[in-house]
């Protein structure tokens, strides 16, 4: 059996997945259900590698989650949404008339995947980073709840306050930048 990462499948769901480790493993740490010291004596190679696939996993199964609050916040849809074919036909206003400017995206993309690669791997590689920034949305909420309940905890109440604050940014950064 081989397994096998694409740059799509790391930057979409591996990387998300990271984050949602972290900070499942801070939370369950903080709630005495983990002993992350236990985890030293684990070989390198085994443990890179069930981080890994664990990311993978957890990244793939929460991305509904976050296309879901992608849904939800259609305010943000409305203030970046491009058309790119209005754009596309005011940069080349000859090719008003041709049939690709109206022609399905999914097939365009298709068009690009088999007559020109570098077109088509530029395009996958913008798509997985958007998704990618989409799907670490959700994690970068949930660390900024975390650090709220530290901080209403009466533990490190400034260092708390101001990673609440800049988990909320970097959520909303995301979402935002995902949209672009």
Not at 3 to 24: K, N
Not at 59 to 79: H, Y
């Amino acid at each position: 059996m081989s397994l096998s990462l694409g740059l799509f499948d790391v930057f979409t769901y591996t990387i998300p997945g990271s984050l949602y480790l972290a900070v499942i493993m801070y939370v369950t740490s903080k709630l005495g259900w983990v002993n992350i010291n236990e985890l030293k004596s684990t070989p390198t190679l085994i443990l890179v590698g069930g981080v890994l696939i664990a990311s993978y996993i957890t990244g793939f199964i929460a991305s509904p989650l976050a296309g879901a609050i992608d849904k939800i916040m259609r305010f943000w849809r409305v203030t970046h949404a491009v058309d790119a074919r209005a754009a596309f036909v005011a940069d080349v206003p000859a090719a008003k008339n041709r049939p690709y400017v109206q022609a399905d995206t999914y097939l365009l993309l298709a068009v690009a995947e088999t007559s020109s690669n570098d077109a088509a791997s530029e395009i996958s590689r913008l798509r997985a980073t958007g998704l990618m920034l989409r799907n670490c949305s959700v994690p970068l909420l949930a660390a900024s709840i975390t650090s709220i309940v530290e901080a209403a905890n009466g533990r490190r109440t400034l260092e708390a306050i101001l990673s609440a604050v800049i988990f909320a940014a970097a959520a909303l950064s995301v979402i935002r930048q995902g949209k672009r």
